[in-house]
């Protein structure tokens, strides 16, 4: 019997035929997938209706101001991912493995995501872990909803690194994730054919 192909730690990139304008343009990390179904954050979108010291203040996380939470440890801003449509009120920090919890979910050699308060205290306190994606929200599949959505051609898979990941600006990673691939996305047409 042959294995069913699970994708845990791949990035879905979404094809220009996506037809959910929630998904256009979008790649996301895929946290767990099984013959129960998939969890994602999409990594590429930002939400503008909150940031970072806004959310801090939210969950009452004491920070210093002095110490700049505004910004990570490589000096970039901080910016909160909109992770997906489903239960947009709650946060999911996708890190690297050199920050562990307790409650941090494995996902690779190199990779965990975690959902607690402690996580966001210790990136404002400047030792949280040293790469990181904050998002509200996640993106779901029921039982073989996402196969289903990629024998569509709706989404491609590649494995995920962590330059895509953490160090590519948003409004790049779909394209990068392409050219990963090695697709032109000049020569990807929107339109879905029959033969």
């Known amino acids: 019997m042959i294995k069913p192909s699970y994708l845990t730690g791949h990035l879905l990139i979404a094809m220009p035929s996506m037809t959910d304008e929630r998904f256009e343009r979008r790649v996301i990390y895929i946290c767990n997938h099984s013959e129960e179904g998939a969890m994602g954050l999409v990594i590429n979108a930002p939400e503008n209706n909150i940031d970072f010291p806004e959310l ?93 959505e990629i024998a569509r051609n709706s989404w491609l898979t590649i494995e995920a690194d962590e330059e895509l990941l953490f160090r590519t600006d948003l409004d790049l990673k779909w394209v990068r994730a392409m050219a990963k691939l090695g697709v032109d996305i000049t020569m990807l047409s929107p339109e879905t054919g029959r033969a």
């Open 56 to 148: 801090l203040d939210q969950l009452n996380v004491a920070f210093d101001p002095k110490k700049n939470p505004i910004h990570d440890i490589n000096n970039n801003k901080i910016i909160i991912h909109a992770g997906g449509p489903v239960e947009i009120g709650r946060g999911f920090i996708l890190h690297t493995v050199d920050y562990i919890q307790e409650t941090s979910l494995i996902i690779s050699e190199t990779i965990a995501l975690s959902a607690t308060i402690d996580i966001l205290s210790a990136i404002a306190e400047g030792h949280g872990p040293s790469d990181f994606i904050v998002a509200l929200g996640y993106s779901g599949w029921g039982k073989g909803q996402l196969e289903s």
